[in-house]
């Protein structure tokens, strides 16, 4: 699969044929909208997790992401993050305290403040740590890859439902 069109992973407990983009909270790292990650193994984690704090099975629900399309679309504004960075910062930090900075985007990617990130976000968000500790220590990990589409109608047409996977 080439990387204008790209597998896609929304990992639960339930089968989510029709994504809806309001079905994640405003508070969340990209504001609220539908998330999918491109890494598979990141799925499973999340999943599993879930599965795990529920008791119950856990589901990955495959799409198909016609990527460059929804990007050209004439309507889509979009933010790519390529790092744990100042703005990147900056960004789930603003979102997490309600200033709804992910509104005027239809599409955000970067990266997830999984485990492995949250620590340093609540060391900085409490103000334990400034902002250049928190950044020096972000900057060591490699992203996870998270993707929060927030048009509807946007990804009504270029995300497909291709499957699932009981975890």
Known sequence: MNRDVIEVYHAGVDIVKFPDVMRGRPELDFGQGFYVTDIYPQAVNWATKKAVKMKCTGIINKYVLHKADYLASANCNY????????????????NRMGQRLWEKYNYIEGGI???RVT????????GYIDKAEAIRRLK????NNQICLHSQGLLDKYLKFSGFIEI
Do not use: C
């Open 119 to 126: 620590d340093t976000i609540d060391l900085y968000f409490g």
């Open 113 to 115: 403040a999984d485990d």
């Open 140 to 143: 060591l990990l490699v992203p």
């Open 79 to 94: 933010k790519i993050f390529s790092a744990y960075d100042d703005e990147w910062l900056d960004f789930v930090i603003g």
